[in-house]
């Protein structure tokens, strides 16, 4: 079967640096997602890998390894509106999204 | 990035009703649409695959009956939920996409179901 496995949930500070890992195994790949989502919100879009290595973008970067099924969604300086459920996804061989449960972030001041 | 605009943002129905959620793509044409259904603290689950001109295709245990889909054209599919019962409630969510790319998100809709 597919699958994505991250944490449940994790607490940070506010300022600080958090790493969200995800792990997968699919049919396929064709690409991973980072998405954030405010709770009552659709998700938005943070960043995508498809080779290895880090993808910065401002305060988020996200790493993917494909030979270990691996990612990590990294939060720098962080902030109170960073609290909220990210989601790693990953595209299988039919380009069909398979979505991990999510992570609810919760920045404490 | 790409537009899906969805509508309405919520609704309040009563059990019994039916209730219709549209979800459009504003600047590309989406020959496919997913319809997600996301309870209280979990994460999205997909209901099916709207595809432009043909039947949507159903995942295990939604029911084709109850949750009728269209996608009568290339930047509109259709969303409605027959004879709603509370536990129909949920935020629903449309998207859209490229195969390479990410997906785009409507803003979701929040049914509730009295």
């Known amino acids: 079967g597919q699958n994505i496995d991250q944490p449940t949930e994790m607490t940070a500070t506010e300022g600080a640096i958090v790493q969200i890992n995800c792990t997968y195994q699919?049919?396929?790949?064709?690409?991973l997602f980072w998405y954030q989502q405010h709770a009552g919100e659709a998700p938005t879009f943070l960043s995508y890998?498809?080779l290895d290595g880090l993808e910065e973008k401002g305060r988020f970067s996200s790493f993917l390894s494909r030979s270990k099924g691996y990612s990590y969604l990294l939060l720098k300086e962080l902030q109170m509106k960073d609290s909220a459920s990210y989601l790693c996804a990953v595209k299988d061989s039919n380009y069909q999204l398979i979505w991990g449960a999510g992570t609810k972030l919760i920045i404490k001041p | 990035g790409a537009v899906v605009s969805q509508h309405p943002s919520w609704v309040i129905c009563k059990s019994g009703t039916s209730v219709k959620i549209e979800c459009r793509s504003l600047?590309?044409?989406?020959?496919?649409m997913f319809w997600y259904r996301q309870f209280p603290k979990q994460s999205l689950m997909l209901m099916a695959t709207?595809?432009?001109?043909?039947?949507?295709?159903?995942e295990q245990g939604v029911e084709k009956d109850k949750f009728l889909i269209n996608h009568a054209s290339l930047t509109l599919s259709t969303l409605t939920v027959t004879s709603a019962h509370p536990e129909d409630s949920s935020f629903y969510i449309c998207?859209?996409?490229?195969?390479?790319?990410?997906?785009?998100f409507g803003q979701g809709t929040r049914l509730t179901v009295v």
């Open positions: 600047d590309f044409q989406a020959t496919t």
């Open positions: 998207s859209a996409g490229f195969e390479e790319r990410e997906a785009f």
């Open positions: 699919t049919s396929g790949f064709n690409g």
């Open positions: 890998n498809v």
């Open positions: 709207s595809n432009e001109g043909s039947k949507a295709t159903y």
